[in-house]
């Protein structure tokens, strides 16, 4: 159901360097991309996570309420969250039993994106 979606950053190199490293760990790679846009994902047809310097060249904010939220095995969440904190992004809920279903763990990247790292069980 998502294609992709993407996030805006403002120094493509240090934001490749923190997603090269990051979904590295997840099974992830850089798919494809130009000079301002770059595409991660696990492989052809599967979802993406794109960063980008924002096409009208004014400067990358988060949204309120927006986050971008990864499904990784629940026994890697803790390892994941630590090797983000090591790559430079700051603790938004270090990681944790949220819910009965739901374990989740909360960083933002360099230029202040969201992202849960999580298992749900239903």
């Keep these: 159901m998502i294609g992709y979606v993407t996030i805006g950053v403002s120094d493509m190199d240090r934001a490749c360097a923190f997603y090269d490293a990051l979904f590295g760990e997840l099974g992830g790679k850089q798919l494809f991309g130009q000079d301002r846009i770059k595409f991660y994902g696990t492989g052809p047809g599967q979802p993406m996570v794109a960063i980008c310097v924002p096409y009208d060249e004014q400067a990358p904010h988060q949204g309120n309420g927006n986050m971008l939220a990864l499904p990784v095995q629940r026994d890697d969440i803790d390892r994941v969250y630590a090797r983000a904190i090591e790559l430079g992004a700051t603790d938004e809920g270090e990681p944790g039993q949220r819910l009965p279903i739901f374990y989740g763990a ?6 202040g994106n969201k992202i849960c790292f999580y298992e749900m069980s239903l």
């Design 106 to 111: 909360y960083i933002r990247d360099p230029d």
